[in-house]
């Protein structure tokens, strides 16, 4: 990779490759998330594990959403990758490093909370001695 004149990697961070990530790293987040319920014996707690996972972690990516996505906004085209830490000049810098950080994670916990959602609904909705009621 190129390097500008303040040692900054080249390109610099596109929202679209960044939001492509953090849905990568969300679909792949899928699969613990799976065999973590469907290996908590009884239907009930099965279920209430799956709504407070879908809860909890679809707030926080909400939030870390928002706020990448201000921090993104703060830098005004200053966006740099966390690789290009050691460029910071100062403590108001750290915002170009931040906001994609914060960004991909909020969206890897929305995809993430969004399959403990819809895992919650194939649960709640499965018939009685089935794999998936318990």
Same mark, same amino acid.
């Given at each position: 990779? +190129?390097?500008?004149?303040?040692?900054?990697?080249? &390109?610099? %961070?596109?929202?679209?490759?960044?939001?492509?990530?953090?849905?990568?790293?969300?679909?792949?987040?899928? @699969?613990?998330?799976?065999?973590? +319920? %469907?290996?908590? &014996?009884?239907?009930?707690?099965? *279920?209430?594990?799956?709504?407070?996972?879908?809860?909890?972690?679809?707030?926080?990516?909400?939030?870390?959403?928002?706020?990448?996505?201000?921090?993104?906004?703060?830098?005004?085209?200053?966006?740099?990758?966390? *690789?290009?830490?050691?460029?910071?000049?100062?403590? +108001?810098?750290?915002?170009? @490093?931040?906001?994609? #950080?914060?960004?991909?994670?909020?969206?890897?916990?929305?995809? %993430?909370?969004?399959?403990? #959602?819809? %895992?919650?609904?194939?649960?709640?909705?499965? &018939?009685?001695?089935?794999?998936?009621?318990?």
């Amino acid at each position: 990779m +190129a390097l500008d004149q303040d040692g900054v990697m080249l &390109p610099r %961070l596109r929202p679209a490759d960044v939001a492509r990530r953090g849905v990568t790293f969300g679909l792949l987040g899928v @699969v613990p998330l799976v065999v973590a +319920a %469907l290996s908590i &014996p009884g239907h009930s707690n099965r *279920r209430d594990f799956l709504a407070v996972v879908s809860g909890v972690v679809g707030l926080f990516g909400a939030i870390l959403l928002l706020i990448g996505a201000g921090f993104w906004w703060a830098s005004a085209g200053d966006v740099r990758r966390v *690789r290009d830490w050691r460029t910071l000049t100062g403590q +108001a810098a750290s915002v170009t @490093v931040v906001g994609p #950080l914060f960004l991909r994670s909020g969206l890897f916990l929305l995809v %993430l909370g969004a399959a403990a #959602l819809g %895992l919650y609904q194939l649960v709640a909705a499965a &018939p009685y001695g089935s794999w998936l009621y318990s």
